[in-house]
Every structure is written in structure tokens, then in C-alpha cells.
């Protein structure tokens, strides 16, 4: 167990809609990003999230939009969904000046 | 633009030497890092390199050179349990992560 938390561990849903993906760091981790990993694709990043800001920036689709609250956990919003949205999608943290990223269990999301 | 290389595929017998081979080309270098994976499971960290040379820990040893762009994850006393896929990270900067496509590696009685 990584200390990184993420719900829910499964999600359905149809072409069009939107989602939202939450994760929570392993305490004391300022540091979250976010990854997508396809069966295609292997495992791309999205997007980091320092104390609340957005720091660096991967190939987030402009669908998609995340942010990190004042307690440090993170959401990342999905919408207009598509078929190839469909993927694992997966959170990590990591404390400040570590380099090693602690990820969670991953969130499923199929997309009918 | 960012390129990381690894051998799609690798089969090993129990008890065996394995070495998987990562080469990468990036904008930036802030170390490099070998994750572990099995299916549907999130990955687990196994090392870190910064510097040109090997890092051991155990069963596990990566070594890094980076005036040639290549790493490699050396495996020994395989076990069943090593079966899954190994991912190869390079930090570009900022702990931005690029990872390869992951070597799977299947290991056999």
C-alpha cells in the first residue's frame, strides 16, 4: 500500500459524459500528478499539482481539467467523453525534494 | 521531442540473470527511474539512477550512462513473482515523468 488513495476504483459511463477522478497524496506529500495508461499508450503524463498550483503540464486534453484543494487532495475532471478516453487512470505523490513518485491504485474508466 | 526505447517483450527461466535494456533521447535529464508493474496493478517503485554507474538493492541493479543515453535493470535469482511489466522513466525536469511503453517480462519454471 503506496499511501495514496483514489476513488472510485471503477467507473462506467457513456460517450458525452463527464467525470470526475479523485485521489488523495500520502500525508505530507505536497506534490500530485496525474497519469493516463491505455492499452496503446503505456503511461502517459497529464498533469503535477504543487501545494495547489499547477506546475507542469503533459498532454492534458483540453477536455480535461484538474486542480489540487486547500487539503492537498487533487480531482481531475474529464468531460465530452469518447471511446478512447477509456483507460487506467492513475495518481501519484510525492514529498518535496523527493524524487521518488508514490502512485495509487488507479481509477478504471471504460467509456461505453 | 521525448523518446524512451525498451524491448517490448523478454522471457526468462527461474532462478536466471535478465537484463532489460532502456535508451532514451529527451529535452531534459533529471535522473532515471525503473518502476515495476503488474497487470492492472499500479507501479511500484524499484530504483533511481542520477549518476553514470550501477545502484544495487538486493536482487535488483540499474545501471545508467548518460553520455549514451541508456540505462538497463538487471534482475538476478529470478522468481516467479518477477513476471510483469517493467517501466523505464526518465525525470525531464520539474519530477516530470516520461515513461517508456514497459518491457514484459514472463518468467517460466
Known amino acids: 500500500d503506496s499511501g495514496v488513495t483514489q476513488t472510485p476504483k471503477h467507473l462506467i459511463t457513456a460517450t458525452g459524459q463527464r467525470v470526475t477522478l479523485r485521489c488523495s497524496p500520502r500525508s505530507g506529500d505536497l506534490s500530485v500528478y496525474w497519469y493516463q495508461q491505455s492499452l496503446d499508450q503505456g503511461l502517459q503524463f497529464l498533469i503535477q499539482y504543487y501545494n495547489g498550483e499547477e506546475r507542469a503540464k503533459g498532454n492534458i486534453l483540453e477536455r480535461f481539467s484538474a486542480q489540487q484543494f486547500p487539503d492537498l487532495h487533487s480531482e481531475l475532471n474529464l468531460s465530452s467523453l469518447e471511446l478512447g478516453d477509456s483507460a487506467l487512470y492513475f495518481c501519484a505523490s510525492s514529498g518535496q525534494g523527493a524524487n521518488e513518485q508514490f502512485f495509487g491504485p488507479g481509477t478504471r474508466l471504460t467509456v461505453l | 521531442g521525448q523518446n524512451i526505447d525498451q524491448p517490448t517483450e523478454m522471457t526468462a527461466t527461474e532462478g536466471a540473470i535478465v537484463q532489460i535494456n532502456c535508451t532514451y533521447q529527451?529535452?531534459?535529464?533529471?535522473?532515471l527511474f525503473w518502476y515495476q508493474q503488474h497487470a492492472g496493478e499500479a507501479p511500484t517503485f524499484l530504483s533511481y539512477?542520477?549518476?553514470?554507474g550501477l545502484e544495487e538493492k538486493g536482487r535488483f541493479s540499474s545501471f545508467l550512462s548518460r553520455s549514451k543515453g541508456y540505462s538497463y535493470l538487471l534482475l538476478k535469482e529470478l522468481q516467479m513473482k518477477d513476471s510483469a511489466s517493467y517501466l523505464c522513466a526518465v525525470n525531464t525536469g520539474f519530477q516530470k515523468l516520461v515513461f517508456g511503453t514497459g518491457t514484459r517480462l514472463l518468467v517460466s519454471p
Open positions: 529527451t529535452s531534459g535529464f533529471n535522473g
Open positions: 539512477n542520477v549518476l553514470d
